[in-house]
Every structure is written in C-alpha cells, then in structure tokens.
C-alpha cells in the first residue's frame, strides 16, 4: 500500500494560462511529455465499493493500464492522505495486493458484480518543484470531464502531490500560487464527482 499525499486546487478554464504562466509553473521542469489518462470507474450495481469509501479504477495510459484501489480519507483546504494500491491490468480483476482487510474484503463480494459506473478522460501535463532541499513535488495540470453517460462536467484542476517532504510544502506551495491565481481547494475528488453525476444522470 502507498499513502498519497496531496492538495487539489481547481479553477475556471478561462484561467488556464494563467496558471501556465506563473513562474513557478512555467520555470518548472516537465516530467514526460504531456498524455491523456482515460479512466473508467467500476462498482456494484448497489455502489457497494462507494458505500465503503472506495473507489476502483482502470485507467489507460498510452499502451499501458492500471489497477487502482483508493480509499476514501477527509480532504480539508484541498489537502489529503488516501490509501492507495496499484498493479498492471492483466485482463482481469485481481485483488491480492491489498492488504488492508477490510478492503479487500469488500472487493473480493463485489467482484463478480462489478460494471462501469462513470469515466474521467483529461489532459496531464507535470511538473516538478522542489521549494527546499529534501522537498519534491509534482505539480499536476488536468484539464477534460468526468462523463456519466450522456452527462458531463469539467476537469479543471491543479493536483500538488508530495513525492518527497513534508504535508506543509504543499500547503506552502498552494498559498503561493493562490496568492497570484483563481485558484479554489477542492475537497471532492473526481471520483465522488464522478458518482455524483452518475447519481444525477
């Protein structure tokens, strides 16, 4: 199991460059060449995973898919530390690396039942800030939609994860660039956006 650490700070696409032009963002080095991260999100036709606080997704990246099991965990100013387990798709669900019991139990009775609940299709682009020695953090630029069938809702976000340091670089980092950007914490992640549409719809 990893513990992701991370801040999510959305805006207005009116805003985006902007937010591609503030020195920090714009002097930082890029982490790859920017992809698309088309994800679909599964569940029990009773949300049963989303009863539990959880969410389980494939998502494609280029020629390669992943496995991802999250549990849910309280957001505050955008800032929060979710359980998180990842593994190459090899076709079908498998569920032995999660290690915590009480998730994996509740994946192992929903696996037979499980059918695409909603999608997240977006544009990353990363990039990589260290504010102090022994300080390292990937700022991520996603821009699309969350889409539950003909429905859908915009992708605008700002996702500062902490590869190496401590919870407060983050928050130190956000304050700054929303000291000179539109930027709002965002404390509902696209998957509760993504079940809430789906709700709707």
């Not at 890029?30 to 969410?55: F, I, K, N, W």
């Not at 190459?88 to 690396?97: A, C, K, L, T, Y």
């Not at 999608?119 to 300080?135: K, L, N, Q, S, Y």
């Amino acid at each position: 199991m990893a513990l992701e650490i991370e801040l999510k700070l959305s805006f207005a696409a009116t805003a985006l460059p902007a937010v591609l032009a503030h020195p920090l963002i714009a002097d930082a080095p890029r982490v790859g060449e920017p992809e698309v991260l088309d994800s679909t999100y599964y569940d029990t036709p009773t949300h049963a995973l989303q009863a539990r606080r959880m969410a389980l997704r494939l998502r494609r990246q280029g020629e390669t898919t992943v496995r991802t099991v999250k549990c849910d965990a309280p957001s505050r100013d955008g800032l929060a530390a979710r359980p998180e387990w990842e593994i190459p798709w090899q076709g079908q669900f498998e569920f032995s690396d999660i290690d915590d019991p009480a998730a994996a139990a509740a994946l192992a009775a929903a696996k037979n039942q499980l059918q695409p609940v909603f999608r997240t299709r977006f544009r990353r682009d990363t990039r990589v800030i260290e504010p102090r020695a022994g300080a390292r953090i990937l700022v991520m630029i996603d821009t699309g939609a969350v889409e539950a069938g003909e429905a859908s809702e915009p992708i605008c976000e700002l996702e500062l994860e902490l590869a190496a340091g401590e919870a407060g670089d983050l928050v130190r980092l956000a304050a700054e660039l929303r000291a000179a950007l539109p930027l709002t914490p965002a404390n509902v992640s696209k998957a509760a956006r993504g079940y809430r549409l789906a709700a709707s719809a």
